[in-house]
């Protein structure tokens, strides 16, 4: 894979608010006239989980065939949400998740913390299948959540167990969105696809679901649900790159059904566990051609509107 030449960190570990990739990413919004960006899939965690996930992406070549995942901006926490800011994300999200029981609780004391110590994040939480699951989730929201997570690859459980139902219901009652790694890209697992999260809807249909990916590969599958259910939103997370259009492509005739859910359409990067930079997710969102006004809805209104920023 190519190189993206120069880190955007300066040698000694700081940004600066004059980096070049920030003013294009700024040039980007102002020429939109929007007052900066909402980017609802961003990833925080505690350090040695963030560790671990990089070197998942590490070994990702042998397992993709050869093709690398280079991650971007590797960095210490507190220069990469500076970084978010200087390029004028005006929120963000610590998308942290569980791959066993028993180690939500712990990931959710860490977010509350983070969110305290990090202008311009949006307190997120997150949930697994367990016993307890109701009741630490209700303690996130009265804690001020405003978005949780919730990744069914990584996690290899059912989205629709019964264990979550307590859970999910009562999200949906708060009306607090979860940002829901549920397609079967870039691999699936036992419980992706669109079938459990079509159960999980016809418990729950007012669930404020944010399908990430825009529910890659499985993209018209998640439009249906998002079409038939108005509470249901996608994240444009790592869609329409470049990387992404070789591995899973969106198909063009789904295209206008983009227009069609202007709305429900929210801008998501990955931050910061990605191939390439942050400005080739805008571009990539450009140059679909759906125009400056559904451009302006993605990368900043729905956000803000949804989470009141
Ligand atoms: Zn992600």
Redesign the pocket.
Known sequence: MEDHGRSPFDQDGTTGSGTEEADEVRRFWTRLGLPGLVDV?T?FMPERVLRKVWDYFDGLGPLTGGIEWPITYRAEEDQRAALLRDFGVRAFTA?LYPHKPGMARWLNDWAVDFARRTPGTLHTATLFPEPDVRAYVGEAVEAGARVFKAHVQVGAYDPADERLDGAWGLLAEARVPVVI?CGSGPAPGKHTGPEPIARVLARHPRLRLIV?HMGMPEYEDFLDLAERYEQVRLDT?MAFTDFTERLAPFPRRALPRLTHLADRVLLGS?FP?IPYPYLHQLRALERLDLGDDWLRMVCHDNGARLFGV
């Open positions: 899939h990833h998308m790694h990430a997370t990955d566990n």
